[in-house]
């Protein structure tokens, strides 16, 4: 079971950058990929990007190429560098396992919002 601790976000303007972190805990944590994941009021949690253990990355279209996943699995740290932030970005960003059937419960998540 992993444990997760988002931080870093933030009230930003258009255009701005944030960086979230995620402390993890738990053995599976290296051996999994793990996701960004957001929630605007009224909508449905949607997975925003993902990085397997050695590294590879997908991320949703609204947030290619403003959005940088990382990870060290040394720190079981997993990180979402976010750039050129809009105003649709605004949501709860929260982290976890990709897999569901690895999934801890979610947690607080950390509450992004991006001002016009």
């Known amino acids: 079971q992993v444990q997760l601790v988002e931080s870093g976000g933030g009230l930003v303007q258009a255009g701005g950058s944030l960086r979230l972190s995620c402390a993890a805990s738990g053995s599976i944590f290296k051996i999994n990929a793990m996701g960004w994941y957001r929630q605007a009021p009224g909508k449905q949690r949607e997975l925003v990007a993902a990085?397997?253990?050695?590294?590879?990355?997908n991320y949703a279209d609204s947030v290619k190429g403003r959005f940088t996943i990382s990870r060290d699995n040394a720190k079981n740290t997993l990180y979402l560098q976010m750039n050129s932030l809009k105003p649709v970005d605004t949501g709860v960003y929260y982290c976890n396992v990709y897999n569901s059937y690895y999934r801890a419960g979610w947690g607080q998540g950390t509450q992004v919002t991006v001002s016009s």
């Open positions: 990085i397997t253990p050695g590294g590879s990355t």
